[in-house]
């Protein structure tokens, strides 16, 4: 487990201000918190390698952060045979799910935006910023590699690389029920039951569900997925509940969760052929689906900006995803190669594991660790080099070198007494 290869730090910090909806908090003001757990590895070498990674990672919709665990034990053992260290993995539950939803859940309202959560983590980095220094990697699953994207795009030189699974990068919405679709996860978790008698019919139900998925991960999903009654949502506790055992419900609440896939537009419509948009509350809605009663803004804008990621990506993918993958491959092709972008070819790449699912990261845990210490391998070897050709720069200037700036300087911004020189050569002539 990973209390006995990393030492596990709590942490609780204010979140950021404003959220990018008004309707995420029952109040403008209010302040949300996060919750983060820190790992560091207990055999770490002594003196720290300055080149020891720092991974800051972000959950799936509505799945504790603990679920990645295993993940991390898998990740810790395969970098004693490779070329990294790591320093420590830090991960924050999104302000309305997992623990950090359990600390705001007085405060949370019914809307949620994948964008606060990038501005969440800038600060959470910020904060800690003297225990996590360069190289920070980002690792994120389904909606936290949109998230993980999205903080890379916000500060394009932060991240020295991301590892992506499955994100939710599309410009086509998921399948939702409408027309001849079928349903989808966003059906199935509002219509799901959420409270059980006690943990151990809630576990059967999930390991029946899940009965693919690692044990260790199940394990957890029973430990940090639910949580005992009385909440905030359900207050009251039957007459025959044990209170040794009592009933246990969704530690993120199944309306969380369906805020975290969707969001709401139940007034669209068309006027004289022209969608109409109240731009105070939805200015994100793309107007070629602002038909649609609910949208996603995120994975179509964080499509188009994927040529402008600064990383090198590694996009992790399940053969068997309920995602669109025919339109992620369209946004991996382009990735990196526009304006402010890594360049793509080789900083881009793609791996699709076969036969597996959206949850791969709970299913074949050991192989998923692999493609990232792979991964991590050859990115800190290229990051060693690009800092040793810097550091040797850099030490040649000599103190003044930092204060003037140098010649080059002069001969390409030329002085104004030079233009009227030649401005007096032409009056005469």
């Known amino acids: 487990m990973s209390t006995a290869?990393?030492?596990?730090?709590?942490?609780?910090?204010?979140?950021?201000?404003?959220?990018?909806?008004?309707?995420?908090?029952?109040?403008?003001?209010?302040?949300?918190?996060?919750?983060?757990?820190?790992?560091?590895?207990r055999h770490l070498p002594n003196p720290v390698p300055a080149d020891a990674v720092?991974?800051?990672?972000?959950?799936?919709?509505?799945?504790?952060?603990?679920?990645?665990?295993?993940?991390?034990?898998?990740?810790l053992a395969r970098s004693a045979h490779s070329n990294f260290h790591i320093r420590g993995i830090w991960i924050a539950d999104v302000a309305n799910m997992g623990m950090s939803g359990v600390l705001n859940e007085d405060k949370l309202s019914m809307d949620c935006s994948w964008m606060d959560h990038p501005r969440d983590l800038l600060l959470m980095i910020n904060h800690f910023r003297d225990r996590m220094p360069r190289p920070l990697?980002?690792?994120?699953?389904?909606?936290?590699g949109t998230i993980i994207t999205n903080l890379a795009l916000m500060h394009p030189r932060l991240l020295t690389s991301v590892i992506l699974f499955d994100p939710v990068i599309q410009r086509l919405p998921p399948k939702m029920g409408f027309g001849a679709d079928p349903p989808?996860?966003?059906?199935?978790?509002?219509?799901?039951?959420?409270?059980?008698?006690?943990?151990?019919?809630?576990?059967?139900?999930?390991?029946?569900?899940f009965k693919k998925w690692d044990p260790r991960c199940l394990e957890l999903m029973v430990q940090y997925g639910f949580r005992d009654l009385p909440t905030a949502l359900h207050p009251d506790l039957p007459d025959n509940a044990d209170a040794a055992d009592p009933p246990v419900t969704l530690t993120t609440t199944k309306?969380?969760?369906?805020?975290?896939?969707?969001?709401?537009?139940?007034?669209?419509?068309?006027?004289?052929?022209?969608?109409?948009?109240?731009?105070?509350?939805?200015?994100?809605?793309d107007p070629s689906v602002a038909v649609l009663p609910v949208y996603r803004p995120e994975p179509p804008s964080t499509f188009h900006k994927l040529p402008s990621?600064?990383?090198?990506?590694?996009?992790?993918?399940?053969?068997?995803?309920?995602l669109n993958l025919k339109d992620l491959r369209e946004g991996i092709k382009s990735c990196g190669q526009g304006v402010g972008g890594s360049g793509g070819k080789d900083k881009v790449?793609?791996?699709?594991?076969p036969k597996q699912g959206h949850f791969f990261a709970f299913e074949v845990v050991g192989e998923t660790a692999g493609h990232c210490a792979s991964w991590l391998d050859e990115v800190m070897r290229g990051y060693r080099d690009t800092e040793r050709e810097w550091k040797e720069k850099r030490q040649k200037m000599a103190k003044r070198d930092h204060l003037v700036l140098n010649d080059k300087w002069r001969r390409v911004i030329k002085s104004p007494s030079s233009f009227r020189a030649a401005k007096s050569r032409k009056t005469k002539l």
């Open 255 to 285: 309306y969380h969760d369906v805020l975290g896939q969707i969001r709401e537009r139940f007034h669209a419509g068309m006027t004289d052929g022209q969608a109409q948009l109240d731009r105070s509350t939805h200015a994100d809605v």
């Open 184 to 209: 989808g996860p966003v059906n199935f978790a509002l219509w799901r039951d959420d409270v059980w008698p006690d943990r151990a019919a809630a576990a059967a139900g999930y390991k029946k569900m």
């Open 5 to 41: 290869k990393f030492r596990v730090t709590e942490h609780i910090i204010p979140a950021c201000y404003v959220r990018e909806y008004a309707g995420s908090t029952v109040d403008q003001e209010d302040v949300l918190h996060l919750h983060i757990k820190q790992y560091t590895p």
């Open 309 to 322: 990621l600064r990383p090198s990506a590694l996009f992790l993918l399940g053969e068997a995803s309920y």
């Open 349 to 353: 790449k793609e791996v699709t594991l």
């Open 54 to 75: 720092t991974i800051i990672a972000v959950h799936a919709v509505g799945l504790p952060k603990e679920l990645y665990e295993p993940l991390w034990d898998e990740l």
């Open 137 to 144: 990697v980002g690792v994120g699953h389904s909606f936290g």
